[in-house]
């Protein structure tokens, strides 16, 4: 649905391996499992990270934290809370921005993501900036850390709506964390899957159940496999998952679209945000 990846042209980075264009895809709405998820969402932000980082990443800041396409920043929300000499676990890190930022001011973050290609880009921001992120490849669902490692969690945009086993994703949170810690999160604004994902007037339009739970799936024409996926839940949903899994919800931003705010990503565009939301940032407390 609401993808911030189908803008923009096919930029590549030159310093690193390049990868095959997108292939060409067929779109379905149908149910699918965690390992068809992962399976297909691994190799596509191989795929699409050259673009993602070209286009997004100067906007993103090498060491800057954004929570959406808003350009809501954690400066401004402190949804982490204090995160000097804390423990600090980004899921779905991507190029490390986020991460990058809390070590800049005085954390330990570590990141965790599905794509390798995303994680070089991390490498590649660490060289150019002289301030490393140590990271790992591994999944949301299945963290590889011990119980009680990390006073934070954090997730910009990152792995939630990829999968498909969410209770499994947010029950890995908990265990990872210790007590009383912060797990703060933004994804697409529920509210967005009635629409389609086009930042025009088009997107405007609400044309599917709010309530239709099946996830958006991209098929590749060639191997007729599924080559990306994505998750909704319903903001009850969300609410629901976090009590279930030990956590008390501190707070929901949905942070407004700036008037002098311009810049076009994916489905997000000032037209459609000054509207509707556009990105929900959880904000929740392991109580334990
Ligand atoms: C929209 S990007 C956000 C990256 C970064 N937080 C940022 O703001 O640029 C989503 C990231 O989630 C990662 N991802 C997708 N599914 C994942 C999963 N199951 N586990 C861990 N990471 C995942 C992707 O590889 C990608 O790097």
């Given at each position: 649905m609401d993808r911030a990846r189908r803008c923009g042209t096919q930029v590549k980075v030159t310093d690193v391996q390049e990868f095959a264009a997108d292939p060409p895809v067929r779109v379905e709405r149908r149910l699918v499992d965690e390992s068809e998820s992962r399976a297909a969402n691994g190799p596509d932000w191989d795929r699409y990270a050259d673009e993602y980082q070209a286009t997004h990443g100067e906007f993103l800041g090498d060491v800057g934290f954004l929570w959406g396409p808003e350009g809501c920043t954690e400066d401004q929300i402190?949804?982490?809370g204090d995160v000097v000499d804390r423990d600090v676990l980004e899921v779905?890190?991507?190029?490390g921005q986020c991460s990058r930022w809390v070590r800049s001011r005085g954390g330990r973050p570590i990141g965790v993501d599905l794509s390798h290609r995303q994680l070089q880009h991390s490498l590649r921001i660490d060289d150019a900036t002289g301030l490393s992120v140590p990271s790992l490849r591994g999944t949301a669902t299945h963290l590889p850390f011990t119980a009680d490692s990390f006073d934070i969690v954090f997730s910009a945009f990152g792995a939630l709506q990829f999968v498909s086993d969410l209770e499994l994703a947010v029950a890995e949170v908990a265990r990872v964390l210790r007590p009383n810690g912060r797990f703060a999160f933004s994804i697409t604004?529920?509210?967005?899957?009635?629409?389609?994902?086009?930042?025009?007037?088009?997107?405007?339009t609400a044309c599917q159940s709010?309530?239709?739970?099946t996830p958006y799936v991209e098929v590749d024409?060639?191997?007729?496999?599924?080559?990306y996926v994505e998750h909704h839940r319903t903001l009850g949903d969300w609410v629901r998952l976090l009590g279930s899994q030990g956590f008390w919800l501190r707070d929901l931003v949905e942070p407004q679209w700036p008037v002098d705010h311009d810049r076009v990503w994916g489905g997000w565009s000032r037209e459609r945000g000054l509207l509707t939301p556009g990105t929900a940032i959880f904000v929740a407390d392991l109580i334990r």
């Open positions: 402190a949804a982490l779905g890190s991507g190029g604004h529920p509210s967005r899957w009635v629409f389609p994902d086009d930042p025009g007037p088009d997107g405007l709010y309530w239709d739970r024409r060639r191997t007729d496999q599924a080559s």
